[in-house]
């Protein structure tokens, strides 16, 4: 089967969102399939790029930036760009333009691009398959599916109109995302969303979802992880964060309200905890931190390439992960969190209870569950908790990898996810 992803994130851009398209094309090209990857060089990217990924010399790989086939790019060293400054608050202002005028979202520039690429070279395609965080993905698989009258399968992976906080705006940006995602959805010969909790918020509001539709979550792919099962050796206890604090959404306060209380009553050392945070941390959060004494703890690597933050990943004790009380955050689950699953590290969930993130770490048995709050009495609930795990830590039991249950893993693979996804091509193209 000839097979078309879609995508605005691809290899080598280090972004979360270029993982899921890069190991289904892997996969589904091992499975026979015919692979085609439409993408952008001029993709925007936080985190710059990342040689993370092996080439995959059966796919092909088409560039709209460049107009044509482009072998994958190699590269030494993350590459900041732009919206490294963007996001680091630096032009905060820049994104809060951007956002109000900017129709469905900053991907929209890839249509300008796909005006001048000839779609013609791509040749005959059987399914074309949209994937990615931003909904002009789609709109630019919606035209290709029709050129090449071919069916057409679309991955939401984040929220477009219908989430907490769209849903209580009017006016005319509300009504036009409202009218694309509506055709998006209508037109699609079936629909996959990456959680439970996303499927049915959009079940329940286009019942015509019911008949096409299906959740294939996101994952990770364990060859990335050689030193799961390394045993830590360490002093000092270690506590990975990696990624963004989406200008303050995800709060870093509470863990470390935490550690204060614990070290006010003389029950941690704060010289025996060291917590590393990657990525481009903007001034506001920094300044969060620095209110609590346990801020000694912190120290901040900057931007790093993928290989490295996996490496801090499974050389940590505990893997923090924040998920922020905003639906479009705790519907879904980051990527980041399968990373910290692959590791096989003890997660420090802060999340709100009826987080999906909570929901997979509990099943896992790979984490514990904190309050995303700073009031004085769950700080004490979160304490106590944490205290628990720097007491293991004293005694040496954190520095073993987890032991996970192959059997409920298997659901969160990647090879496993590209399985699911075959089996749709194959009912969609055979009805």
């Known amino acids: 089967m000839k097979i078309l992803i879609v995508t605005y994130s691809y290899p080598p851009a280090n972004s979360p969102a270029a993982h899921r398209p890069y190991f289904m094309a892997k996969y589904l090209c091992d499975m026979g399939h015919q692979i085609t990857v439409l993408t952008s060089s001029n993709a925007i990217s936080s985190l710059g790029k990342s040689n993370w990924a092996k080439s995959l010399p059966n796919v092909a790989i088409w560039d709209t930036a460049k107009n044509g ?5 190699r590269v030494n060293d993350t590459k900041t760009t732009i919206s490294v400054w963007v996001n680091s608050g630096k032009l905060s202002w820049f994104k809060k333009i951007a956002r109000f005028f900017i129709i469905p979202d900053r991907g929209i520039v890839w249509l300008k691009e796909l005006v001048k690429f000839d779609s013609r070279k791509i040749g005959p ?50 009504m036009i995302n409202s ?11 079936y629909v996959t969303f990456v959680t439970k909790s996303m499927h049915e ?18 994952g990770y792919e364990p060859d990335e992880y050689p030193a799961a099962e390394l045993h830590l050796e360490s002093d000092v206890l270690k506590i990975f964060y990696a990624g963004s604090f989406y200008d303050g959404a995800r709060d870093p306060a509470p863990l470390f309200a935490m550690l204060d209380a614990l070290h006010e009553k003389k029950l941690i050392n704060l010289d025996a905890i060291r917590v590393e945070v990657a990525g481009n941390i903007p001034d506001l959060i920094k300044d969060i931190i620095k209110r609590y004494k346990s801020s000694v703890c912190v120290n901040y690597l900057g931007l790093v390439d993928r290989k490295t933050a996996l490496d801090k990943m499974t050389n940590a004790h505990l893997l923090w992960l924040i998920v922020a009380n905003i ?27 009826e987080a999906e993130a909570k929901t997979i770490v509990e099943y896992l048995d790979a984490g514990t569950f904190f309050n995303l709050s700073v ?13 628990h795990l720097y007491n293991k830590f004293k005694t040496n039991e954190l520095s073993a990898p987890l032991t996970l249950d192959t059997a409920k893993v298997q659901l969160y693979l990647r090879q496993g996810q590209a399985s699911q996804l075959h089996n749709i091509f194959q009912t969609i193209c055979h009805t």
């Open 125 to 174: 395609v059987d399914v074309v398959y949209s994937t990615s965080p931003l909904f002009t993905n789609h709109l630019v698989a919606r035209r290709l599916a029709k050129k090449k009258k071919a069916k057409w399968v679309v991955d939401i992976r984040d929220f477009h109109h219908i989430n907490g906080d769209m849903e209580q705006k009017k006016g005319m940006r509300s």
């Open 327 to 353: 639906k479009a955050h705790y519907m879904t689950f980051p990527v980041k969190g399968f990373e910290y699953v692959g590791c096989k590290r003890h997660i420090l969930l802060f999340s709100p209870p």
């Open 69 to 73: 086939f482009v072998e994958q790019e």
């Open 375 to 387: 009031k004085e009495e769950e700080i004490a609930i979160n304490a106590e908790k944490f205290l």
């Open 179 to 189: 009218m694309m995602q509506m055709n998006v959805l209508k037109r699609a010969d």
């Open 201 to 218: 918020v959009y079940k329940n509001r286009y019942h015509f979802l019911d008949a096409k539709s299906s959740v294939i979550y996101n």
